[in-house]
């Protein structure tokens, strides 16, 4: 047992939180495609398919990767010890059980007691250490992570009454409160990362009201998903969409190096951002009668913005904290290259042919099939 809790796939968050994500990302879409081809005929999990599937993206692959990212953030933030061990254990553990009791015959009621730990949990690990640093400027963070409880709790609670409009109105306040979350930790690392691997100097401290207003957009949009705002189009609401669109735009265009187009992992940071933009603007001519399928937007974010963020980012945040060059072989490359087609394919495509579901989904899991096959052994092994 003492070589379990000492072996190094436990001595940071990212290395057990990154696996399981990735795992989990490819084989819950892979699932969910077969079931809506037909292919997967048999028990179904409490709530039905398109319940789980909705709960799963966003509360089960996306909060691992950013339960992975911040165990191993914060305690770069604060300058103490990161969750290790059996405690990082028993905090995978929690998120696993989460994600098997969709197999059992428990009442909607049960599902929602063993599902809702983990964000809590979450949030006090990291609330801890960054009180205890006084990391005020990071409390943003942790509120996050309290409004995505939130919003679990509704879901869930929407699930045991069978109301499937509060189901669906948790599930897509979520969904843009990590669109949220990425473009705070995108602004942070992602210049960063350019100045980085560019060997740029270092830039001229920029205002930090475009930043604020920001994410206090995005916390907005959020709010209007749980309120139900977002039912049918409100022509006001383009204007918050817009907004959010613009200031995304401003950051792409501060960023821009034209260097950026020769490192993969600095290109793949940077398309998968510009789709948050995609998705705000898609969001915003919905709003305005000028797109028919507000879905379009809600995928633009989910599978280009969310996913290629994710794959870009787990994939350089895992080199860098091995101690291994920045350099990504040619199979995890390809792969960055997938998941973005991925989500040109759900939004162009699928409105035009039922194909284009199956042709997504491929691309979605091979390319985190790519970086298991890449990155386990890696994650698996000690620092170098």
Known sequence: MRKLAAAPVFSLGFRPF????AAFAAMAVAIWALWL???LPGAQPVGGMLAWHRHEMPFGFAVAIIAGFL???VPNWTGRPGLKGWPLIGLLLVWLVARMAWLLPIAPAGLLLVQMPFLPLLAWVLGRDLVAAGKRDNYPILLMITLLAGCQAMTLWGLWADDTGLQRRGVLAALWLVGALMSVIGGRVIPFFIQRGLNRPAPPAANPLPTRVLLVSGL????????????LPIPWLAALFVLIGSLHL???????DRGIWRVPLLWS???SYAWLVVAVFAMALWHA???PQQSLATHALAVGGIGGLILAMIARVSLGHTGRALRPSKAIVAGFALVLIAGVVR???????????GVSALFWCVAFGLFLVGYTSILLRPRV
């Open 18 to 21: 990154f696996l399981a994500g």
């Open 37 to 39: 081809y037909g292919r």
């Open 71 to 73: 165990l191993t953030a």
């Open 220 to 231: 907005m949009a959020a709010l209007t998903f749980a309120l139900g705002l977002n039912d």
């Open 250 to 256: 401003l950051r792409l265009w501060r960023w821009h």
């Open 269 to 271: 940071l940077y398309l």
């Open 289 to 291: 009668g000028l797109m």
């Open 347 to 357: 939004v162009l495509l699928v409105p035009l042919s039922g194909l284009g579901l």
